[in-house]
T-cell receptor
Framework: AQSVTQLDSHVSVSEGTPVLLRCNYSSSYSPSLFWYVQHPNKGLQLLLKYTSAATLVKGINGFEAEFKKSETSFHLTKPSAHMSDAAEYFCVVSVPSGSQGNLIFGKGTKLSVKP | DSGVTQTPKHLITATGQRVTLRCSPRSGDLSVYWYQQSLDQGLQFLIHYYNGEERAKGNILERFSAQQFPDLHSELNLSSLELGDSALYFC???????????FGPGTRLTVL
């Protein structure tokens, strides 16, 4: 069965410092993985996606994620946090459509950025 | 801007009432998904339509129903509303059935 686990419910960083949001996945086949961001009272925005073309995936706003099959991880990073990065981030795995739709969402990590 | 539109943005209604939420997918997208997001339940998948046909059902109550029309827009109907139905309702669309989804801005439903 496919699942995704976000290891931190809340991460707090200072502006200008690196961001690391951790995600582990479980999948019985080669998965497609995504990171979405949701700012308060807004819809979810696709940050980046992994579909087996390259293990290091670059997304929007300076974010990137590395797919590590041996560790079943897909952590999201950014070298330098900006105040506008404060939001909730969801790690997502794609599955055959079923009772959960074709995307399984992690529970989310809330990122706070201190000035 | 994802290209997915949802109306209305806000909806305030009373218990027992019925409302309809509308979603227009991105141009060319055949799949439409509906989600409910609340503080206690998080993001819950409700239902998926592909090219007018229902493809998957999630945690959708019997009081809720949806459809996708020939022009591919979709409507989510919520009836006999309860206080606990207050939430953000998102629509998302994708090209096919297994691609990344693009989310609309949501409809905030408040049931008083």
């Amino acid at each position: 069965a496919q699942s995704v686990t976000q290891l931190d419910s809340h991460v707090s960083v200072s502006e200008g410092t690196p961001v690391l949001l951790r995600c582990n996945y479980s999948s019985s086949y080669s998965p497609s993985l995504f990171w979405y961001v949701q700012h308060p009272n807004k819809g979810l925005q696709l940050l980046l996606k992994y579909t087996s073309a390259a293990t290091l995936v670059k997304g929007i706003n300076g974010f990137e994620a590395e797919f590590k099959k041996s560790e079943t991880s897909f952590h999201l990073t950014k070298p330098s946090a900006h105040m506008s990065d404060a939001a909730e981030y969801f790690c997502v795995v794609s599955v055959p459509s079923g009772s959960q739709g074709n995307l399984i969402f992690g529970k989310g990590t809330k990122l706070s950025v201190k000035p | 801007d994802s290209g997915v539109t949802q109306t209305p943005k806000h909806l305030i209604t009373a218990t027992g009432q019925r409302v309809t939420l509308r979603c227009s997918p991105r141009s060319g997208d055949l799949s439409v998904y509906w989600y409910q997001q609340s503080l206690d339940q998080g993001l819950q998948f409700l239902i998926h339509y592909y090219n007018g046909e229902e493809r998957a059902k999630g945690n959708i109550l019997e009081r809720f129903s949806a459809q996708q029309f020939p022009d591919l827009h979709s409507e989510l109907n919520l009836s006999s509303l309860e206080l606990g139905d207050s939430a953000l309702y998102f629509c998302a669309s994708s090209v096919g059935r297994y691609n990344e989804q693009f989310f609309g801005p949501g409809t905030r439903l408040t049931v008083l």
